[in-house]
């Protein structure tokens, strides 16, 4: 009896030590279905690779934590943080946020140029100037574009709205309109994978944009940390290596 009774408590202890070693809370990376790659490949709703996917992965190896995506529209982002849905935006600015309050940011992590991009049969630009008065151009539902949304708003520009830049560039493709905006890792990862797609090889900057990553302050998992592990992303070349991945 007095067998049994001790491997009924050991039989209780290993159970009571599997109950205990649960699996950690992953990272919740907020994911905005208005990406395109090479920063985020989106397929039905799932995060499945690009930059920000592997950053994702990075950041969860470093922090010993597993790693999730929340896919939902740009427009509801800041609702989500609000929520304590998320803990980790990136490829992101403060500017781009209506609360960056809500956010620890890490330091700039790259940046990349914002661009005019034509159909290879518009002659070259080389400034905004040069477009005609009530010309469409090709833009993202929800972007800001600092330098032209005064032109749109005089009616100098006619916006017409994609839901994300690969569509945008889909359409400049087809003759839907003769320019369109877009970042240039974006049109030059078009271009790679659409060689026929017919876009001009030149591109008007419109100056370059940083990227951050910011981590919410109400993350479940202490935000110094997530940002120590951002930092050790860049300053290990991970990120250059990531980014190179995807030239």
Same mark, same amino acid.
């Given at each position: 009896?007095?067998?049994?009774?001790?491997? %009924?408590?050991?039989?209780?202890?290993?159970?009571?030590?599997?109950?205990?070693?649960?699996?950690?809370?992953?990272?919740?990376?907020?994911? !905005?279905?208005?990406?395109?790659?090479?920063?985020?490949?989106?397929?039905?709703?799932?995060?499945? $690779?690009?930059?920000?996917?592997?950053? =994702?992965?990075?950041?969860?190896? !470093?922090?010993?934590?597993?790693?999730?995506?929340?896919?939902?529209? #740009?427009?509801?982002?800041?609702? %989500?943080?609000?929520? *304590?849905?998320?803990?980790?935006?990136?490829?992101?600015?403060?500017?781009?946020?209506?609360?960056?309050?809500?956010?620890?940011? !890490?330091?700039?992590?790259?940046?990349?140029?914002?661009? /005019?991009?034509?159909?290879?049969?518009?002659?070259?630009?080389?400034? /905004?100037?040069? /477009?005609?008065?009530?010309?469409?151009? *090709?833009?993202?539902?929800?972007? +800001?574009?600092?330098?032209?949304?005064?032109? +749109?708003?005089? $009616?100098?520009?006619?916006?017409?709205?994609?839901?994300?830049?690969?569509?945008?560039?889909?359409?400049?493709?087809?003759? #839907?309109?003769?320019?369109?905006? =877009?970042? *240039?890792?974006?049109?030059?990862?078009?271009? #790679?994978?659409?060689?026929?797609?017919?876009?001009?090889?030149?591109?008007?900057?419109?100056?370059?944009?940083?990227?951050?990553?910011?981590? +919410?302050?109400?993350?479940?998992?202490?935000?110094?940390?997530?940002?120590? =592990?951002?930092?050790?992303?860049?300053? !290990?070349? #991970?990120?250059?290596?990531?980014?190179?991945?995807?030239?």
């Amino acid at each position: 009896m007095k067998q049994i009774s001790k491997l %009924a408590v050991y039989v209780a202890m290993g159970l009571g030590a599997h109950v205990g070693a649960q699996q950690p809370e992953p990272l919740r990376f907020l994911v !905005s279905s208005a990406w395109s790659m090479p920063y985020g490949d989106i397929q039905a709703d799932r995060m499945m $690779g690009g930059i920000v996917f592997d950053m =994702a992965q990075a950041i969860g190896e !470093s922090t010993k934590l597993p790693v999730s995506f929340l896919v939902m529209p #740009r427009n509801r982002t800041d609702a %989500a943080v609000l929520a *304590g849905d998320v803990d980790v935006r990136c490829y992101s600015n403060p500017a781009w946020t209506k609360v960056p309050e809500a956010h620890l940011w !890490s330091k700039p992590l790259f940046d990349a140029p914002d661009v /005019i991009v034509g159909r290879a049969s518009e002659p070259p630009l080389s400034g /905004i100037d040069q /477009i005609p008065a009530g010309t469409p151009i *090709g833009m993202v539902l929800g972007f +800001v574009y600092p330098a032209l949304d005064d032109r +749109v708003a005089r $009616g100098s520009l006619v916006r017409d709205n994609a839901g994300d830049q690969e569509k945008n560039l889909l359409k400049l493709s087809v003759g #839907r309109f003769p320019y369109a905006v =877009a970042n *240039g890792r974006v049109v030059d990862w078009y271009n #790679r994978q659409n060689p026929k797609a017919g876009l001009a090889k030149w591109q008007l900057s419109m100056g370059k944009s940083e990227f951050y990553c910011g981590v +919410v302050k109400s993350a479940r998992t202490d935000p110094q940390r997530i940002l120590a =592990a951002i930092e050790r992303l860049k300053s !290990s070349g #991970r990120l250059e290596n990531i980014l190179v991945k995807y030239r």
